[in-house]
């Protein structure tokens, strides 16, 4: 089974920075996309981040110039660096990954469990 695990989740002050990551395991024969979702307490879910297997990049507004992504494809691992955090930012982060798992085969979008983002005033 594919299982995506995140990490580095935590509780920062307004001003500081995290790094997320979230590694996949399992057969997967090729990715997609990755990217990063976020769910703030009584708020929708909305896209933060993501990346293609070409490396190109899309970010929601609120994220731009404060947060990267990036991803190493052959470990099936992505990353957010989030810059400049603020309280707005806190949330529960679950990574993305859109893989096929052969050859030829249809694309399976996989979550990981989530990992929560605190920023304090």
């Known amino acids: 089974q594919v299982q995506l695990v995140e990490s580095g989740g935590g509780l920062v002050q307004a001003g500081g920075s995290l790094r997320l990551s979230c590694a996949a395991s399992?057969?997967?024969?090729?990715?997609?996309?990755m990217g990063w979702y976020r769910q703030a307490r009584g708020k929708q879910r909305e896209l933060v981040a993501g990346i293609s297997s070409g490396g190109s990049t899309n970010y929601a507004d609120s994220v731009k110039g404060r947060f990267t992504i990036s991803a190493d494809n052959a470990k099936a691992t992505v990353y957010l660096q989030m810059n400049s955090l603020k309280p707005e930012d806190t949330a529960v982060y679950y990574c993305?990954?859109?893989?096929?798992?052969?050859?030829?085969?249809?694309?399976?979008?996989?979550w990981g469990q989530g990992t929560q983002v605190t920023v304090s005033s």
């Open positions: 399992g057969s997967i024969f090729s990715i997609n996309t």
């Open positions: 993305y990954l859109e893989v096929a798992l052969r050859g030829g085969g249809p694309w399976f979008a996989y």
